[in-house]
């Protein structure tokens, strides 16, 4: 069972533009959405994470929307560099499940220069 | 300061065989968790061992077992491999268990089965 879905696939942007991953979700008991970025060859990372008390997180030029009526959620880069080429996973979690992510399927962008 | 430590960092093995991993949490961490990631697609969570203690189970056969040391390092074992267990296993450690810490994912270990 899918419960985070993601898309697009993949994604392509010139340098400076705006990249924009979605994910929706389906357990309405999850509570943390953290995005992760991985690397070839390395593992994920946090990137970024809100809970559904916000509907807005920025960190720097990354930033996540949600909308916890839609059960969606979304991750903004803005002024895209050629070094987020990279897989982007957005994931869910109830807090008090301690280390159970549940993932999306990933978002491969390219940012060309 | 070290982060987490998987090995070995590639593995070829053939169906039917056994197959151990291995996993150090970074110094500190108490928590460490499992997923695997087939290629093309996001981790699946695994198990979650805390304090020696498995915490939670994912959707996976008997096949899969781990377990968590005295000093926190952790092993996934895989027995009666399959073609379909041929992916990226991913260990993360965490400091905690209960309300969620950040978790730090290790580099991997590839699995391939022939």
């Known amino acids: 069972q899918q419960q985070v879905k993601q898309s697009p696939q993949s994604l392509i942007v010139q340098k400076g533009g705006i990249s924009i991953i979605n994910c929706a979700y389906e357990?309405?008991?999850?509570?943390?959405f953290p995005w992760y970025q991985q690397f070839p060859g390395k593992g994920p990372a946090l990137l970024i994470a809100?809970?559904?008390?916000?509907s807005e997180k920025k960190e720097g030029r990354f930033t996540i929307s949600f909308n916890k009526s839609a059960k969606q959620f979304s991750l903004h880069i803005m002024d895209s560099q050629p070094g987020d080429s990279a897989t982007y996973f957005c994931?869910?979690?109830?807090?008090?499940?301690?280390?159970?992510?549940?993932f999306g399927e990933g978002t491969q962008l390219t940012v060309n220069p | 300061d070290a982060g987490v430590t998987q090995s070995p960092t590639h593995l070829i093995k053939t169906r039917g065989q056994h197959v151990t991993l291995r996993c150090s949490p970074i110094?500190?961490?108490?928590?460490v968790s499992w997923y695997q990631q087939v290629l093309g697609q996001g981790p699946q969570f695994i198990f979650q061992?805390?304090?020696?203690?498995?915490?939670g189970r994912g959707n996976f056969p008997d096949r899969f077992s781990a377990r968590q040391f005295p000093n926190y390092s952790s092993e996934l074992n895989v027995n009666a491999l399959l073609l379909g267990d041929s992916a990226l296993y991913l260990c993360?450690?965490?400091?905690?268990?209960?309300?969620?810490?950040?978790?730090?994912f290790g580099p991997g270990t590839r699995l391939t089965v022939l």
């Open positions: 994931a869910a979690t109830r807090e008090t499940s301690g280390s159970r992510l549940t």
């Open positions: 061992y805390y304090e020696k203690e498995e915490r």
């Open positions: 110094s500190g961490h108490k928590s």
């Open positions: 357990n309405t008991a999850f509570d943390y």
């Open positions: 809100i809970r559904p008390d916000v």
């Open positions: 993360a450690s965490s400091f905690s268990s209960g309300l969620y810490n950040e978790q730090f």
